[in-house]
């Protein structure tokens, strides 16, 4: 056991020196656990410690850790061939093999797949890909990314600025440009007593487009952020204003489908 403890403070100590982890706190990491073996949905620590990995690490094995056949085809197509670059003018046959049953499996109006190794990167990627076809499509000026409150993309620099967390930006901003993030239509914190789906949606229209033609945020939008930020920052909320807020929205939003009834009867001729 003594052995063991002088190894793992040995790692620690390591660790802590030449190890420059993606994302922590020093303080959060002055006994980081240490692992050594993962089986099925058991990791176990140097210590002997088990451990139930139930969001498979980071979401990327979810065939089970330990799996001996996955471990044998790695090795022999390593053996045979353990990378060539698909860039441009060269393929292989297990990324063929792949895509084509990749494809068999999806939608049917899927014909090709494009490979990534990690979420982040494939957000980059889908990004590229929606400006690219507006590009040729005529209209290059179309490159807003909306994404929502709440919502995690990665940490790369687009991948972060389409991600709806605060502390991401305030640790790695400026976001990078026409990127910007909306309400979730998140019914427990809804800042109104509306429909949730109906005004989130209003809410990213009304943003993405503004009554001018510019990006301007709707006022609902804007409590909504405000309250995500003073949850994010661990003020206290004023619930008795969130609730009298709520009944002036009502009121509001009233007057607006008054409104524009009395608009569509014109329009249709009825007085």
């Known amino acids: 056991m003594k052995m063991k403890m002088d190894t793992l403070d040995t790692l620690v100590r390591e660790d802590q020196a030449h190890l420059i982890h993606p994302l922590h706190y020093p303080k959060d990491h002055e006994h980081p656990i240490v692992m050594v073996e993962?089986?099925?949905?058991?990791?176990?620590?140097?210590?002997?410690?088990?451990?139930?990995?139930?969001?498979?690490?980071?979401?990327?094995?979810?065939?089970?850790?330990?799996?001996?056949?996955?471990?044998?085809?790695?090795?022999?197509?390593?053996?045979?061939?353990?990378?060539?670059?698909?860039?441009?003018?060269?393929?292989?046959?297990?990324a063929i093999r792949l895509a084509e049953r990749l494809v068999g499996l999806a939608y049917p109006n899927t014909s090709g797949v494009y490979f990534t190794t990690s979420g982040a990167e494939s957000n980059e990627s889908a990004?590229?890909?929606?400006?690219?076809?507006?590009?040729?499509?005529?209209?290059?000026?179309?490159?807003?990314?909306?994404?929502?409150?709440?919502?995690?993309?990665?940490?790369?620099?687009?991948?972060?600025?389409?991600?709806?967390?605060?502390?991401?930006?305030?640790?790695?901003?400026?976001?990078?440009?026409?990127?910007?993030?909306?309400?979730?239509?998140?019914?427990?914190?809804?800042?109104?007593?509306?429909?949730v789906g109906v005004e989130a949606a209003d809410a990213l229209e009304r943003y993405g487009t503004g009554l001018t033609g510019k990006t301007l945020p709707h006022r609902r939008l804007v409590r909504a952020r405000q309250y995500q930020q003073d949850i994010q920052k661990n003020r206290?909320?004023?619930?008795?204003?969130?609730?009298?807020?709520?009944?002036?929205?009502?009121?509001?939003?009233?007057?607006?489908?008054?409104?524009?009834?009395?608009?569509?009867?014109k329009r249709d001729g009825v007085e």
């Open 38 to 94: 993962g089986r099925g949905a058991i990791l176990k620590d140097l210590e002997g410690h088990e451990y139930i990995d139930g969001l498979s690490c980071l979401w990327n094995v979810n065939a089970g850790h330990g799996r001996a056949e996955l471990a044998q085809a790695a090795a022999e197509q390593m053996a045979r061939l353990a990378f060539v670059s698909s860039y441009a003018g060269t393929t292989n046959i297990p």
């Open 127 to 195: 990004f590229k890909a929606a400006r690219y076809y507006w590009k040729i499509r005529g209209r290059p000026t179309k490159v807003k990314i909306f994404s929502r409150i709440h919502a995690y993309h990665g940490l790369t620099l687009g991948a972060m600025s389409a991600t709806g967390m605060a502390a991401f930006h305030k640790m790695f901003g400026p976001l990078a440009p026409e990127f910007a993030q909306v309400a979730a239509p998140y019914a427990y914190r809804w800042p109104t007593a509306g429909d």
């Open 236 to 265: 206290p909320v004023d619930r008795h204003e969130v609730a009298q807020q709520k009944k002036r929205d009502i009121h509001r939003a009233q007057g607006e489908d008054d409104a524009r009834h009395g608009v569509r009867q």
